[in-house]
């Protein structure tokens, strides 16, 4: 596990979603599993790379991931979002997740990661991501 963060560090980019973690997401140890974390990340920076790339996207890699600290049953947890980079076909986007502690109240930042997303056109291939210069393709309609 990385070192923890300073407590007095804010959440870095615009928050993409909330949910609280349940009893059915636990390890052994009752931990939640960094794997259901980890999808959790998935769809808020999808949500994100949607609205910008205003298309399908889909997840090819997951980088830096650090695990600062568990994150526990019942904890409220804050997907955060920042756009990292826009390529031809694809973006990266930095995710952080932050709890709210069940029965502290206190926050703070418990991982990160940078996922990278592909824009997808109809039939799946990689299509460039909008842009004001690039307009999406028109519709083809019903």
């Known amino acids: 596990m990385a070192e923890p ?5 804010a959440p870095r980019g615009q928050l993409v ?4 973690a349940m009893p059915a997401d636990t390890n052994a140890a009752g931990d939640i599993f960094g794997g259901w974390l980890m999808s959790q990340m ?7 790379a949607h609205q910008i790339a205003r298309c399908r996207v889909t997840t090819v890699a997951v980088d830096a991931m650090e695990f600062h600290s568990p994150v526990l049953v019942g904890d409220t947890i804050a997907c955060f979002a920042d756009l990292q980079r826009v390529g031809r076909t694809s973006l990266s986007v930095h995710i952080e997740v932050w709890v709210q ?9 418990v991982t990160e990661a940078v996922y990278t997303y592909v ?3 109809a039939a799946g291939r ?7 210069d690039n307009p999406p393709p028109p519709d083809p309609g019903p």
């Open 126 to 132: 990689p299509q460039p991501v909008y842009r004001a």
């Open 5 to 9: 963060l300073p407590p007095d560090r």
């Open 17 to 20: 979603l909330r949910t609280i």
């Open 42 to 48: 998935d769809i808020g920076g999808a949500i994100l």
């Open 119 to 121: 824009a997808l056109d």
């Open 101 to 109: 502690r069940y029965a502290a109240y206190t926050e703070q930042c």
